[in-house]
């Protein structure tokens, strides 16, 4: 089979794309919902073609036409809340996903049922090479990584405000919400140590965290898992 003009590997074009790739990674400081296109393509940095090169000039055109904005606001500290939002994607053939979580830190105001985004502090989108059986599976990994990196964000929070906030994880697959409460890995039994260490890290020894289920419309951490080409 013919590999196209446009797909061959180029490396002369190394220079350049290192340039824009290095563009779309201080976009991802502000913006941060282009995360999902820099992890993409910055692993393609070893192979890239004049096709791929297009892709990144198209998605740093997309963000001087339409930038997305980054809004934050002062808070009330005596109801400081920590949001940590996870979802996945899973591709049924590979049985692989793109897994993805967001970290809100905010106040009473900020309301979960409506559309508001301020006070993202920090989120995180990466592909994984871990083969599954179930989507909620994938689903159940997204979420121990969210978990994990809210240490962090809660430790950061202890330091500007000098008190921990009261932590809410926010989910949207129905069948993971059920194994948690039930604190059993039906889906893929193997995944039991994982559902085990989860809601140990979620639990009074961990977090002590609340866990919510929202319709998929609600799950803010969607839009880290859509740009799934690779």
């Avoid at 976009?27 to 990144?56: D, H, W, Y």
């Avoid at 009261?166 to 890995?185: C, F, H, N, T, W």
């Avoid at 995944?191 to 639990?203: A, K, S």
Wanted: charge should be neutral; charged fraction near 25%.
């Amino acid at each position: 089979m013919k590999v196209s003009e446009d797909d061959m590997i180029d490396l002369s074009l190394k220079p350049c794309y290192q340039s824009l790739i290095g563009t779309l990674g201080w976009a991802v400081r502000t913006q941060p919902k282009v995360q999902p296109f820099f992890s993409i393509l910055s692993s393609r940095a070893n192979c890239i073609s004049k096709k791929l090169m297009e892709c990144l000039a198209l998605v740093l055109q997309a963000l001087k036409e339409r930038p997305f904005s980054l809004e934050l606001r002062g808070i009330d500290i005596s109801t400081l809340l920590l949001y940590i939002f996870n979802d996945s994607s899973f591709f049924t053939l590979s049985k692989e996903g793109r897994q993805a979580w967001m970290h809100f830190l905010v106040d009473a105001t900020w309301r979960l049922e409506s559309d508001d985004e301020w006070n993202l502090v920090t989120c995180g989108s990466k592909r994984t090479k871990q083969k599954f059986i179930s989507s909620t599976s994938c689903e159940m990994v997204s979420m121990v990584d969210g978990v994990k990196a809210a240490y962090k964000t809660r430790d950061i929070a202890f330091r500007l405000f000098g008190k921990l906030p009261r932590v809410i994880v926010v989910m949207d697959s129905k069948p993971l919400y059920d194994q948690i409460e039930s604190g059993l890995a039906r889906s893929e039994p193997r995944m039991q140590g994982t559902l085990d260490y989860l809601m140990q890290e979620i639990g009074g020894e961990g977090l002590d965290a609340q866990v919510v289920w929202v319709k998929r419309e609600l799950q803010r951490a969607d839009v880290l898992t859509r740009a799934v080409w690779w």
